[in-house]
């Protein structure tokens, strides 16, 4: 069974740094872009950062210069680190892979389960 597996969330004062990290596991042929997105309550889930399997990165413009994205592609894994929390930053984040799982298969878009970030004094 395929499944994108988050961990590292929580709560932080403003200021401070949080990691996320993100690992695909299963049975997958290879891996495409991978990314973070993120829904806080009342709104609709929003970009934050992806990153393509040869390391170029894009970051939504909120986070740029204190959010950096990063991969290893032999631990299909993709990070986030976080610095320089803000309260806005509160939300749901979600990874996100394109994965093929057969030689001559489609990609598909596969999602994690979640994890809360919160940024509160």
């Not at 894009?58 to 592609?73: L, M, P, W």
């Amino acid at each position: 069974q395929v499944q994108l597996v988050e961990s590292g969330g929580g709560l932080v004062q403003p200021g401070g740094s949080l990691r996320l990290s993100c690992a695909a596991s299963g049975s997958i042929f290879s891996i495409g872009n991978m990314g973070w997105y993120r829904q806080a309550p009342g709104k609709q889930r929003e970009l934050v950062a992806t990153i393509t399997s040869g390391l170029s990165t894009n970051y939504a413009d909120s986070v740029k210069g204190r959010f950096t994205i990063s991969r290893d592609n032999a631990k299909n894994t993709v990070n986030l680190q976080m610095n320089s929390l803000k309260p806005e930053d509160t939300a749901v984040y979600y990874c996100n892979a394109r994965l093929q799982l057969r030689r001559f298969g489609g990609v598909e878009d596969y999602w994690g389960q979640g994890t809360q970030v919160s940024v509160s004094s």
